[in-house]
């Protein structure tokens, strides 16, 4: 017997009984109504394989059946039968999505015939968007290389975690791909169709995050020229990614439980309720545990976006995966760069692997960019990589650096000395030492009112 299911809807009950016994004799499961109000409350409560209407009929007629079907199950496919065939009426049958629209007298044949090209269809649907969901998952894993048994976990968790609605909080050091796994965790999600909104909240001014986050009213603060929507708002029916949340401070950490809980916030200077559904992934290169001993993060807050945590481990403690993330980089940088650079030499291949990049994959993949720019041989050599020996701060340089010296200043000289290593680049100062941008901007505040 098939599974598949299959609505008659005809109000003559000789012609609707002689649909269903070719159906049934076909082996597929099949049900008849009489009119066209009872066949759509069926399919309110059943999904149906096909439908198949007459025209004529009192009260409602096939062409609403029709309209009404799209519109509770736009997939559906459905068959017009009449007694009466014209051709504006097959015209506008078809239009209306109609699969096929036939005239009476109907024989078996014809019927057979007609419903198994339908279903056949509606297999190969189903089939395709199932090859479909497969490949943009595979897309969505195809730049995060990784063969280590770390990221086959990780990867794992990821293909069971995004297609729910559940918080996800993912954790690791600056340049593991935190956000790589955020894009990923959209791309397989319900809501991948949705917007993916993204919230660096170490990079925006304190004063500023709640406004950014949840909006603002005209005249809330001054500069506030007019309303403006929050991320919040603009994440509505996708995802919103709190990218270092936790640098948000904890007055708006409250108001971020709310939402999380209850999906409900106010603008900055308003006093309407708006209500949001939103899919939030947060991340952090800070010990959240650490930061709730020291008060700084909330506990409640911590338990709400940890409800399914990832966390992605440095560089160095899957040192398997670095051949095939220094490949993949050379592959794309050698296109972007018109360059035809066949590989990486076995020797320049040693030295990567003995270095710790602290860094991280976002290292790797500065260091073989700057690499391909640089080379014009064949192949990538050792002297193509100018690696440090070690994390900046390293034990080396921190025993010269600490003997008789504060902490505050070995602070100072260990930001400074980092920031100049990366040509003032604060950002990436940031991500190496593992701290924000906000706080970078305050150290260096704090160092010129010290001139």
């Not at 070719?22 to 059943?46: N, P, Q, W």
């Not at 999600?189 to 925006?204: D, H, M, Q, T, Y």
């Not at 990832?310 to 940088?333: G, S, T």
């Not at 260990?414 to 991500?431: M, P």
Request: with cysteine; proline share 4%; hydrophobic share 40%.
């Amino acid at each position: 017997m098939s599974d598949r299911c299959i609505l008659v809807v005809d109000d003559d009950p000789l012609m609707r009984d002689f649909l269903c016994e070719a159906l049934k004799r076909k082996g597929y499961s099949e049900e008849g109504v009489e009119d066209g109000r009872t066949a759509l409350d069926k399919i309110r409560r059943k999904r149906y394989d096909l439908i198949i209407t007459d025209l004529k009929m009192p009260n409602m007629d096939g062409m609403k059946v029709l309209e009404g079907a799209k519109r509770i199950a736009p997939d559906i496919d459905v068959v017009v039968i009449t007694a009466y065939g014209t051709i504006p009426n097959a015209v506008k049958a078809m239009k209306k999505g109609a699969y096929d629209y036939i005239t009476k007298p109907v024989s078996v044949d014809q019927i057979e015939l007609v419903v198994e090209k339908a279903l056949e269809r509606q297999r190969l649907i189903c089939e395709n968007r199932y090859l479909r969901s497969e490949l943009e998952k595979r897309q969505s894993f195809d730049k995060m290389l990784g063969t280590s048994a770390e990221m086959r976990k990780v990867f794992d968790i990821i293909e069971m975690a995004a297609p729910t609605k559940a918080t996800i909080l993912i954790q690791g050091e600056s340049g593991t791909g935190k956000e790589l796994v955020a894009n990923a965790i959209h791309r397989c999600s319900l809501v991948r169709e949705g917007p993916f909104i993204k919230v660096n909240c170490g990079a925006l001014p304190e004063g500023l995050v709640e406004s950014e986050l949840f909006g603002h009213e005209k005249g809330a603060f001054t500069g506030a020229i007019r309303r403006s929507k929050g991320r919040f708002e603009l994440a509505n029916g996708g995802t919103i990614l709190l990218d270092e949340i936790s640098e948000i401070s904890p007055p708006v950490q409250v108001k971020l439980l709310r939402v999380l809980q209850d999906g409900e916030f106010e603008r900055v200077g308003g006093e309407e309720t708006l209500r949001v559904d939103v899919r939030v992934v947060a991340t952090t290169n800070r010990d959240l545990n650490e930061e709730l001993e020291k008060g700084r993060f909330r506990k409640d807050l911590f338990y709400r976006i940890n409800v399914v945590p990832i966390n992605l481990p440095p560089l160095c403690r899957r040192k398997v995966d670095i051949a095939p993330l220094a490949k993949h980089f050379l592959m794309k940088y050698s296109q972007d760069n018109g360059k035809h650079i066949q590989g990486v030499s076995k020797e320049a291949l040693e030295l990567l692997m003995a270095y710790e990049w602290p860094g991280n994959v976002r290292e790797l993949e500065n260091s073989v960019e700057r690499a391909v720019i640089m080379a014009q041989e064949e192949f990538l050599l050792p002297e193509h990589f100018p690696l440090g020996k070690g994390k900046p701060g390293s034990s080396e340089e921190l025993g010269e650096m600490a003997v008789g010296v504060s902490l505050a200043e070995l602070e100072k000289r260990l930001i400074l000395k980092t920031l100049e290593r990366e040509n003032g680049n604060r950002t990436r100062t940031a991500q190496i030492l593992g701290i924000s941008i906000r706080t970078i901007r305050n150290k260096l505040r704090e160092y010129r009112e010290e001139v």
